[in-house]
């Protein structure tokens, strides 16, 4: 079964808890019981069940006074429950190479995101900009991208944050990829432009996009 299908079909709690581990990094026992509203002690019998299937690492760190505490993160194989669709990606650039001899890979990434953005005009037609967003960031979840909006920030902008890229070895060779994941993400919000503030290419937890007014309704 693929990984990304055996996360799926997890127990929700435990879903829950590799899903905050994914977005969060290295959590706390205290940190994760309160990020699902569960007891530590739940928590701590789900990542012994977690740790011994190989999907989570934990260790103990000192706390001071009373017993040390449980610090745990994703382990490799962990990380590949999130699906990943880089052959697919690769293979709609091979094909626009062929299709138009002697094209950069740059114009092929344009095509794509072209593409992307009338399709999500099409579909979002008749919904204000932020059901437009919301309908967008949840169809990518379906295409096995983990990602987050949080509104209600500075100015009355908000921020789209992508903790597992699909086609992230692809952006890696291919850094223009990010550049029209802001492109598309603008035109799903009905904004001009949006700011990338952080990206998983150097390292960050997360690619972050601020979403600038217009205010989601």
């Not at 223009?176 to 904004?191: D, F, G, L």
Request: charged share 25%; aromatic share 4%; proline share 5%.
């Amino acid at each position: 079964m693929p990984a990304g299908n055996l996360l799926s079909i997890l127990a929700p709690t435990r879903r829950r808890l590799l899903l905050t581990l994914k977005r969060r990094g290295e959590q706390r026992t205290e940190e994760l019981a309160a990020a699902l509203e569960i007891s530590v002690s739940a928590v701590r019998q789900q990542m012994l069940t977690l740790s011994a299937e190989g999907l989570v690492a934990r260790r103990e760190v000192a706390g001071g006074r009373g017993r040390p505490k449980l610090v745990c993160r994703l382990t490799p194989a962990g990380e590949r429950l999130f699906p990943s669709d880089d052959a697919g990606f690769s293979l709609v650039l091979l094909g626009e190479i062929a299709r138009n001899a002697g094209d950069h890979l740059e114009a092929a990434i344009d095509r794509w995101a072209s593409e992307r953005v009338a399709a999500i005009s099409a579909r979002s037609a008749g919904l204000h900009a932020g059901a437009a967003l919301r309908a967008f960031l949840a169809g990518a979840e379906d295409e096995g991208y983990l990602v987050e909006l949080r509104e209600g920030l500075e100015q009355q902008a908000c921020a789209v944050s992508i903790y597992s890229c699909p086609i992230l070895r692809v952006a890696r060779a291919l850094p223009r990829v990010c550049v029209a994941h802001a492109a598309i993400i603008a035109t799903a919000a009905r904004v001009e432009a949006v700011q990338q503030r952080a990206s998983l290419l150097d390292g960050s937890p997360a690619c972050e996009f601020l979403v600038a007014p217009p205010r989601l309704a």
